[in-house]
């Protein structure tokens, strides 16, 4: 079946630096790439939609400057957390859409100290 | 608007059916689904319903869906204590495309041995 390969699955950085996300389609082609976020049990916010070729699309109240969302290819995106904050930490999950449904990655949990 | 609503919690013991109940809005949602997330994991995708059917079965797992009272419940029969964890709802509207899934807060299912 479709899976989506999200790496890492958990890191922990330091206040100020950048953490990259990325989530790989393996055997399918992810034209449009949703990217969720997730407090500790809460639900999963949606926090942008990526198109491969075009600029992401952010909901309302995520800065874009901050959560730099890159999906330069038809199974790459990638999330990056600029100049994080403890605030930052969360469950960060990606998720792609085909024909068939959706497919999710497995998550990374960040946690900046 | 687009919300979806779970309760938060539900007990059951071993051998028991659950019943997990959702009402969503959008009346254009073409797509329900129910994912289960165990901690510190991803979504695993359980089943899923288009909206111009009334019940759809897959092993232990039941769908209902009341279209008229946007009403979703998935019932597990025979509760293991392995059914433990956090079951979300979705929606999406999937006939215009690239649209993401809505999620409900989440129903923490605790299998009691």
């Known amino acids: 079946g479709a899976v989506v390969s999200q790496h890492p699955s958990r890191v922990i950085c330091k206040s100020g630096t950048s953490v990259k996300i990325e989530c790989r389609s393996l055997d399918f082609q992810a034209t449009t790439m949703f990217w969720y976020r997730q407090f500790p049990k809460q639900s999963l916010m949606l926090m942008a939609t990526?198109?491969?070729?075009?600029?992401?699309?952010?909901e309302q109240g995520v800065e874009k400057d901050k959560f730099l969302i890159n999906h330069a290819s038809l199974t790459l995106s990638t999330l990056t957390v600029t100049s994080a904050h403890p605030e930052d930490s969360s469950f960060y999950i990606c998720?792609?859409?085909?024909?068939?449904?959706?497919?999710f990655g497995s998550g990374t949990r960040l946690t900046v100290v | 608007g687009e919300d979806v609503e779970q309760s938060l919690f539900l007990s059951v013991r071993e051998g028991d059916s659950s019943v997990i109940n959702c009402t969503y809005t959008d009346s254009s949602s073409t797509y329900l689904y129910w994912y289960k997330q165990e901690p510190g994991a991803g979504l695993q995708l359980l089943t899923y319903?288009?909206?111009?059917?009334d019940m759809k079965q897959d092993q232990r797992l039941t769908v209902l869906l009341n279209k008229k009272d946007k009403h979703l419940s998935l019932r597990i029969a025979d509760t293991q204590t392995g059914d433990s964890a956090i079951y979300f709802c979705?929606?999406?509207?999937?006939?215009?495309?690239?649209?993401?899934?809505?999620f409900g807060k989440g129903t923490r299912l605790s299998v009691i041995a």
């Open positions: 998720s792609a859409s085909r024909a068939g449904g959706y497919t």
């Open positions: 319903i288009f909206s111009n059917m």
């Open positions: 979705a929606e999406s509207r999937r006939d215009s495309g690239n649209t993401p899934l809505v």
């Open positions: 990526s198109n491969e070729g075009s600029k992401a699309t952010y």
